[in-house]
């Protein structure tokens, strides 16, 4: 097995880094937080004393950072140039497409491999090792990272050239925010014309309405699958890291002069979510209270 080189251990990281460690990998794994390098410890993983220590003679490295910043902060200072050139780099944060283009670009310049590798998800397909990786980068590359994308995801898809998987993870999120809240206002509408939330679920789940927002994530609290409605918009995919998303995704429409109406009121309304009724902890589900504050459903732990 690998010597793998794991930096970031937050709540998606560290559930991807042990499962490399469950599979046999020697993860040699690095966080500035001491409680996450505790967790990734107890989870099989050895911990580095920085992010340099992690990735020097590593065969692998995977990165799953907050920010373009901190991804170029971290290859630039501690990656490129320490890693082995014969190392196998993977980004799996969710960043701009710019950045990832440019860090993948000054990797190849020093003689490496590197691949951006966003995931979907949320917390728990981190912990099973079910989430889907959208990957950038050449053939030859893709073919190196998907030895350990596979062992942390249960779809791992070459979305093109370098970036192509930040761009694949922006347009899936931008599509994910928007249907959310058009599902939130539907099931408020629904209810407030006496539709009973479970009847109108088992009516549109299948018929033209449906979407993975409401059959997989319904926002109503006791309604389909549990989902963090059922446990008062806790857990989760966070508001703000939908947000940040979403005004990932505008910026990109942005540079190629595309016209997202729907995308940038998704980002309007997330920002005052999270940003002005402090929802930004909340999961992203959450927003329906916002589309109607005197919303109520059954077993609602908020309502009750």
Same mark, same amino acid.
């Given at each position: 097995?690998?010597?793998?080189g794991f930096i970031g251990l937050g709540?998606?990281?560290?559930?991807?880094?042990?499962?490399?460690?469950?599979?046999?990998?020697?993860?040699?794994?690095?966080d500035l937080s001491a409680e996450a390098l505790d967790r990734a410890e107890k989870n099989g993983c050895k911990r580095a004393g920085s992010a340099a220590e992690a990735v020097t003679g590593a065969e692998a490295v995977v990165t799953m950072l907050p920010a373009g910043k901190h991804v170029r902060d971290v290859y630039e200072t501690s990656v490129i140039g320490t890693a082995p050139t014969t190392a196998i780099l993977m980004d799996c944060s969710t960043i701009d497409v710019g950045t990832a283009r440019?860090?993948?670009?000054?990797?190849?310049?020093?003689?490496?491999?590197?691949?951006d590798a966003?995931?979907?998800?949320g917390i728990a397909a981190a912990e099973g090792g079910t989430l889907t990786f959208m990957v950038g980068g050449t053939e030859e590359a893709f073919g190196r990272a998907r030895d350990y994308l596979d062992l942390m995801g249960k779809a791992v898809i070459h979305a093109g050239a370098p970036g192509a998987g930040q761009a694949a993870k922006i347009c899936n999120n931008m599509l994910l925010g928007a249907s959310m809240i058009a599902t939130c206002e539907t099931f408020v509408l @629904?209810?407030? &014309?006496?539709?009973?939330?479970?009847t109108f679920f088992d009516i549109s789940s299948q018929a033209s309405g449906q979407c993975w927002s409401m059959t997989s994530y319904c926002p109503v609290p006791g309604v389909?699958?549990?989902?963090?409605?059922?446990?008062g918009y806790e857990g989760g995919f966070a508001a703000a890291l939908m947000l940040k998303d979403l005004r990932l995704a505008m910026e990109a429409a942005q540079s190629v002069d595309s016209y997202t109406p729907m995308g940038?009121? @998704?980002?309007? &309304?997330?920002?005052?979510f999270a940003e002005k009724l402090g929802g930004a902890g909340k999961d992203f589900s959450g927003i329906i209270k916002m589309i109607d504050d005197s919303w109520t459903a059954p077993d609602d732990p908020e309502k009750a």
């Open positions: 097995m690998a010597r793998v709540n998606m990281g560290g559930g991807m880094a042990a499962n490399l460690a469950k599979a046999g990998h020697d993860v040699r794994a690095f440019e860090e993948i670009a000054k990797a190849q310049a020093q003689g490496y491999a590197m691949v966003p995931v979907s998800g @629904a209810q407030k &014309l006496g539709l009973d939330p479970q389909g699958p549990t989902t963090p409605a059922d446990r940038a009121h @998704a980002e309007e &309304l997330y920002t005052r």
